[in-house]
């Protein structure tokens, strides 16, 4: 099932304490001019499958043959312990932030991995989803007082998919 901001969710999935936090717009149009400009860091590529080259923005899979812009970004900024670089993708042409926040998305279910942080930005605590119920998991880590924010990264690549936050 697709909400109107095109975000994929399981029908019976039931409304939890935290919001989903999709990547700004701000930072989705820096990557698309950094594209156009021709940044050697940011490359466009074409989806050769429907399983990878997930927007950041949208939190939509690509379908094979469409473009998205492959860049570094930086979830943790640097100057921290967990800080780290890596690469994620958003649409090659602007696309409309996911606005359905209320929900964990059905499609990033399998193969990620969930961790809490605190508000000096170190990780406190981290669990694999592999298409078990995440929400339990969030919501376990957001019953942490010292939890100030939580963040799903792929557990295959290590990429930054969303940030999560309590409501």
């Keep these: 099932m697709r909400d109107q901001g095109g975000c994929v969710y399981a029908a019976l999935m039931k409304t939890s304490k935290f919001r989903i936090v999709p990547l700004p717009t701000e930072i989705a149009d820096a990557a698309l001019r950094a594209a156009a400009s021709g940044a050697p860091d940011h490359a466009v590529v074409t989806a050769d499958s429907s399983t990878g080259y997930p927007c950041r923005h949208c939190l939509l899979w690509a379908q ?57 930005r170190n990780m406190i605590d981290a669990e694999v989803v592999n298409g078990n119920e995440p929400e339990p998991i969030i919501e376990k880590f957001l019953e942490n007082p010292e939890t100030a924010f939580v963040h799903v990264r792929s557990v295959s690549r290590g990429c930054y998919t969303m940030q999560i936050e309590r409501i």
């Design 64 to 120: 094979p043959g469409e473009r998205r812009i492959l860049f570094p970004f930086a979830a943790i900024p640097s100057g921290r312990p967990y800080a780290e670089s890596g690469p994620i993708f958003v649409h090659a042409k602007r696309c409309k932030r996911c606005v359905a926040t209320h929900e964990f998305p059905a499609d990033f279910r399998k193969g990620r991995v969930i961790r809490a942080y605190n508000s000096d």
